[in-house]
């Protein structure tokens, strides 16, 4: 089994900034990718970044240049620094990775983005 936990998440005023971190344990084999996802009430889940074991990234077109995903091979851990935060940018953000194994998610951790 794999377990996806994050963390990171928190209060924070717009213009302001966050560090999530998402650490992947249990059996692993390879990982292809990494990503993170969010999902506002009443909105759709979408992706935010991905990264790939090579290093190739993806990012939504809400970030505009202030969102970067970086990954940790080594310690199975992906990051999502996000700056100059607006109240948009407040949901649940999940973290993916796309094993040899499957598909898995972790339980998510909030951002809120407010004055």
């Known amino acids: 089994q794999v377990q996806l936990v994050e963390s990171g998440g928190g209060l924070v005023q717009p213009g302001g900034s966050l560090r999530l971190s998402c650490a992947a344990s249990?059996?692993?084999?390879?990982?292809?990718?990494m990503g993170w996802y969010r999902q506002a009430p009443g909105k759709q889940r979408a992706l935010v970044a991905a990264?790939?074991?090579?290093?190739?990234?993806r990012y939504g077109d809400f970030v505009k240049g202030r969102f970067t995903i970086s990954r940790d091979n080594a310690k199975n851990t992906v990051y999502l620094q996000m700056n100059n935060l607006k109240p948009e940018d407040s949901a649940v953000y999940y973290c993916k990775g796309i094993m040899s194994g499957g598909d898995y998610w972790g339980q998510g951790t909030q951002v809120t983005v407010s004055s």
């Open positions: 249990g059996s692993i084999f390879s990982i292809y990718a």
């Open positions: 990264i790939t074991s090579g290093g190739s990234t």
